[in-house]
């Protein structure tokens, strides 16, 4: 008896030491990863936090010898998150649905005068899954981007344009999609959009550090953005959208910020969990295949896991990791400024969900 209690618990005492030791070789494992990329992919800098359930996991920056002889990189150094900020706009919508102000199946023009006539028939749902066929809202030829004054100039220009498909019938993305659903929630609220995101989301999670700037220079801790080549530090001239371009675009942020916001969407504190779990399910389109969209976040699964997130420029990537229930989500926030070889942030998240313990 006292052989069989003794092996018991050397086994006990020997698995606590495992997961020790796992906890323990995540955090050497990130490390190493963020090391790794630099010298693969050549990323001037790079920021990682992994949360599991608001606790923190892992969290670091990490700056390649050219980007040290030139820039400072600290934990909270605003990094651009371009089309991150296209969540933001996501909850809002679904926040709204939840209220009862908007219907997803209900077409954008119940809510928006003056959008185009063949857009007449186009439900929320289809914007918010870039599942609507519109084209894209700006010009763009190889020195600049050109954009109309305002948003109601914006529609009326469009007129002109066809869609490419049906509704419903496959997945484009499109700034345009994200331009209607602003006007949409300005429409229902009253409300200024990016004022319409700081009431709701910005000051109820304390996110002081996510800023819309569009001139960034001017602000010290933000991080720029770089191509690298032979060596060098090529910079990239952020595009200087316009003002009713936010629903898409133009925020900086620091990783706390856009983890506590994606730690209080799954924590159902922006939309309850019973809903969110509706809502993060793939948008099926009319033949019955599904997109890769799920109210406006990237989906996917990865063996027990779904996924939902969404994209930054290409460079940068956040995460919400869970088996069935959003009670044991983790969160991954990983922002990068460049690199010599276009790795698509997806490629680089992945390689940070392989080397985490789950």
Same mark, same amino acid.
């Given at each position: 008896?006292?052989?069989?209690?003794?092996?018991?618990?050397?086994?006990?005492?020997?698995?606590?030491?495992?997961?020790?030791?796992?906890?323990?070789?995540?955090?050497?494992?990130?490390?190493?990863?963020?090391?790794?990329?630099?010298?693969?992919? $050549?990323?001037?800098?790079?920021?990682?936090?992994?949360? !599991?359930?608001?606790?923190?996991?892992?969290?670091?920056? +990490?700056?390649?010898?050219?980007?040290?002889?030139?820039?400072?990189?600290?934990?909270?150094?605003?990094?651009?998150? &371009?089309?991150?900020?296209?969540?933001?706009?996501?909850?809002?919508?679904?926040?709204?649905?939840?209220?009862?102000?908007?219907?997803?199946?209900?077409?954008?023009?119940? %809510?928006?005068?003056?959008?185009?006539?063949?857009?007449?028939?186009?439900?929320?749902?289809?914007?918010?899954?870039?599942?609507?066929?519109?084209?894209?809202?700006?010009?763009?030829?190889?020195?600049?981007?050109?954009?109309?004054?305002?948003?109601?100039?914006?529609?009326?220009?469009?007129?002109?344009?066809?869609?490419?498909?049906?509704?419903?019938?496959?997945?484009? &993305?499109?700034?345009?999609? +994200?331009?209607?659903?602003?006007?949409?929630?300005?429409?229902?609220?009253?409300?200024?959009?990016?004022?319409? *995101?700081?009431?709701?989301?910005?000051?109820?999670?304390?996110?002081?550090?996510?800023?819309?700037? $569009?001139?960034?220079?001017?602000?010290?801790?933000?991080?720029?953005?770089?191509? *690298?080549?032979?060596?060098?530090?090529?910079?990239?001239?952020?595009?200087?959208?316009?003002? %009713?371009?936010?629903? !898409?675009?133009?925020?900086?942020?620091?990783?706390?910020?856009?983890?506590?916001?994606?730690?209080?969407?799954?924590?159902?504190?922006?939309?309850?969990?019973?809903?969110?779990?509706? %809502?993060?399910?793939? +948008?099926?389109?009319?033949?019955?295949?599904?997109? +890769?969209?799920?109210?406006?976040?990237?989906?996917?699964?990865?063996?027990?896991?779904?996924?939902?997130?969404?994209?930054?420029?290409?460079?940068?990537?956040?995460?919400?990791?869970?088996?069935?229930?959003?009670?044991?989500?983790?969160?991954?926030? &990983?922002?990068?400024?460049?690199?010599?070889?276009?790795?698509?942030?997806?490629?680089?998240?992945?390689? *940070?969900?392989?080397?985490?313990?789950?």
């Amino acid at each position: 008896m006292f052989r069989i209690i003794t092996q018991v618990t050397l086994c006990f005492f020997a698995l606590s030491g495992c997961n020790f030791l796992d906890e323990q070789s995540d955090t050497q494992k990130l490390k190493g990863l963020l090391a790794q990329h630099a010298q693969k992919h $050549q990323i001037p800098a790079q920021g990682l936090l992994v949360l !599991h359930q608001d606790k923190e996991v892992f969290k670091d920056v +990490y700056s390649s010898e050219l980007f040290k002889k030139e820039h400072a990189l600290n934990k909270d150094s605003l990094f651009p998150i &371009y089309s991150i900020s296209k969540l933001f706009a996501s909850i809002l919508i679904l926040q709204f649905v939840e209220e009862q102000k908007i219907a997803l199946d209900s077409p954008a023009s119940m %809510y928006v005068k003056g959008l185009p006539i063949g857009w007449q028939n186009i439900p929320v749902s289809a914007f918010l899954n870039h599942a609507s066929g519109v084209p894209e809202y700006f010009e763009r030829d190889v020195k600049q981007f050109t954009f109309a004054p305002n948003k109601q100039e914006t529609f009326e220009r469009l007129k002109a344009k066809p869609v490419h498909f049906a509704p419903a019938t496959k997945i484009r &993305y499109t700034q345009t999609n +994200y331009l209607v659903l602003a006007a949409i929630l300005e429409s229902v609220s009253g409300v200024n959009y990016e004022k319409l *995101v700081e009431q709701r989301i910005l000051t109820p999670l304390g996110m002081n550090s996510t800023l819309r700037l $569009q001139l960034s220079e001017r602000y010290p801790n933000v991080v720029k953005t770089y191509h *690298v080549k032979a060596g060098k530090l090529i910079e990239f001239k952020p595009i200087q959208w316009p003002d %009713y371009s936010a629903a !898409h675009g133009g925020y900086y942020s620091n990783l706390d910020d856009i983890g506590r916001f994606l730690s209080a969407v799954a924590a159902g504190k922006l939309i309850s969990q019973t809903q969110l779990q509706k %809502y993060f399910q793939p +948008y099926r389109l009319r033949d019955g295949n599904i997109g +890769y969209f799920a109210s406006g976040w990237d989906y996917g699964r990865n063996w027990q896991f779904q996924e939902l997130g969404h994209d930054g420029g290409t460079l940068s990537r956040v995460r919400i990791l869970f088996k069935d229930k959003l009670d044991d989500a983790y969160i991954i926030v &990983y922002f990068t400024n460049g690199n010599s070889d276009g790795v698509w942030s997806r490629v680089l998240v992945d390689a *940070v969900q392989s080397s985490l313990s789950l």
